[in-house]
């Protein structure tokens, strides 16, 4: 048996966050600054966004992970310097937008493939760079927060992926049981869980938002031969991540997974293959 843990956002999940989109917090964020943007911005709602990505991102490059996640402390430290004169409660909005019909929801797969390895014997949790506040509201709506043994979050344990810290609290959950990470980023999830012992299987799944076309052929061969039967479109991957996840900086070796799955169902067969090598 194996301590699993999930990526949320872009693997099991759709969020309401909804960056750079007129829905969810961002776009409810965007609205409620724009009036507060210098005038003669010809798109206010843009010029409102862009300074929540560029804090994101300098606290990401300085090492700063689990503050680059405090949405709540980003948005409303962008929110005083346009003179904003209210206060943003991210987690109020989230709670409000899981509500939207439509706006968050499971990707298909999401809860046979939980079921399926919780039947198999398998620890189940979550290691996310999402704070437990933003996660939770979510997971409840969707009905997969019982399927967790425990949620790994930043803000509990001051660190995120990719940095070592983060798995090694994850792993008093194992009991010295191999260990295996699912998530969609390369940097993060595939190269902070090579990085702490952990195998990890990469999420390429149709409908979310980093999903891009496989080459031909992938998907007629096992989701254990496909990262090095594609080395050129993985490093396309890695680079398309770079763009948007500059910190940490990571080599393409440390970013090759043990699996590559197009579909959440196609994970426990994955895991026990990967199991069978232990």
């Given at each position: 048996m ?70 709540d ?15 943003f409660d ?9 509500q ?5 929801y499971?990707y ?28 939770e ?12 043994t425990?949620?790994?979050t ?35 999830d ?6 702490a012992?952990?195998m ?9 938002p ?18 090095h ?10 680079d ?30 994955a ?8």
């Amino acid at each position: 048996m194996a301590l699993i843990s999930f990526d949320l956002d872009g693997v099991l999940q759709r969020n309401p966050f909804y960056m750079g989109s007129p829905q969810g917090v961002f776009g409810h964020v965007r609205r409620e600054l724009a009036p507060y943007v210098p005038t003669g911005d010809p798109d206010p709602e843009r010029a409102a966004l862009e300074p929540l990505i560029l804090e994101h991102m300098r606290r990401m490059e300085a090492g700063q992970i689990a503050a680059a996640h405090d949405w709540d402390e980003i948005i409303n430290l962008v929110a005083s310097r346009f003179g904003y004169p209210g206060r943003f409660d991210i987690t109020a909005l989230v709670e409000e937008y899981c509500q939207v019909e439509g706006l968050v929801y499971a990707y298909p797969g999401s809860l046979a493939c939980l079921k399926t390895l919780e039947a198999a014997g398998h620890t189940l949790i979550s290691i996310t760079n999402g704070f437990r506040c933003y996660q939770e509201p979510v997971l409840r709506k969707i009905g997969l927060l019982d399927r967790f043994t425990a949620l790994i979050t930043p803000e509990r344990v001051g660190a995120g992926k990719p940095e070592r810290a983060i798995f090694d609290a994850a792993a008093q959950y194992g009991d010295g049981s191999p260990c295996i990470h699912i998530g969609d980023t390369l940097p993060h999830d595939v190269a902070g869980a090579k990085r702490a012992g952990w195998m990890a299987i990469y999420v390429v799944q149709p409908m979310a938002p980093s999903y891009s076309d496989p080459p031909a052929g992938f998907v007629d061969t096992s989701a254990w031969e496909r990262p090095h039967l594609f080395p050129g479109w993985l490093r396309a991957r890695l680079d398309r991540d770079r763009h948007w996840h500059g910190h940490p900086p990571v080599t393409m070796a440390e970013c090759v997974p043990d699996a590559i799955v197009h579909h959440l169902m196609e994970i426990p067969e994955a895991v026990e293959h990967l199991l069978r090598r232990v």
